[in-house]
């Protein structure tokens, strides 16, 4: 059964609708619309001349629309202590998207680039370092935890055709992570980061590690 259009949108033209309710699906439904290639371009650039009226459509919501500055994403971001609709993430999730960010912006601080792209080896590499305390994840949690945050349009992934060389998948960190966790600086990272680095689970009178 195909609904009424929107009252308040009835100056769109007929032909767009169909378009403007795929992008509106893909904003809900990742978070954010990627117009690199095909059809995305596509919606992409209708999405432009209907900028106004998609962001305003989010607004109640306290959902805001972000176009990126370098690469064609658009993107929805929940405003903080408003938004009802924020992306959850377990702990095991929020350690690694707190070491994506800080590969991004390492990546971005040594060289101005639009692209960051990195290992599983470097991601294994760098949760050891900033969290030495935790269990790393197996191979099979990896992939499992950067494909939720790949359709959440947070980064995307290659994986490698030979299992024995997992470790060399390639994982692109989109821009649009940081803006998920939008720290100022590295040291607005680092005392996030603190707070998981200290954590343990306690056992009778002794400790265990955290395991992802």
């Not at 009802?84 to 991004?104: I, P, S």
């Not at 590295?186 to 996030?192: G, K, P, R, V, Y």
Request: hydrophobic content about 40%.
């Amino acid at each position: 059964m195909s609904l009424p259009w929107p009252s308040f949108w009835q100056h769109i033209p007929t032909d767009d609708r169909p378009a403007v309710s795929e992008i509106l699906t893909e904003l809900l439904a990742h978070g954010a619309l990627l117009g690199d290639t095909g059809r995305d371009r596509e919606l992409y650039l209708l999405a432009g001349e209907y900028r106004r009226e998609i962001g305003e459509y989010f607004a109640p919501l306290h959902l805001e629309l972000l176009p990126d500055p370098d690469r064609p994403i658009l993107q929805l971001r929940p405003v903080p202590g408003d938004c009802g609709l924020m992306a959850r993430f377990n702990k095991a999730e929020t350690l690694l998207v707190l070491t994506l960010w800080r590969l991004y912006h390492d990546a971005r601080m040594e060289t101005v680039r639009e692209t960051v792209v990195v290992t599983a080896n470097d991601v294994w590499q760098r949760l050891q370092l900033y969290f030495e305390t935790l269990t790393l994840p197996t191979e099979s949690q990896l992939r499992e935890m950067l494909g939720r945050l790949r359709g959440r349009h947070l980064v995307r992934v290659q994986w490698h055709d030979d299992p024995i060389r997992f470790g060399e998948s390639q994982i692109e960190i989109l821009p649009t992570l940081p803006r998920v966790i939008p720290f100022a600086d590295t040291a607005a990272w680092e005392q996030q980061a603190e707070l998981y680095k200290q954590t343990v689970l306690v056992e009778d009178s002794g400790t265990k590690e955290v395991v992802l």
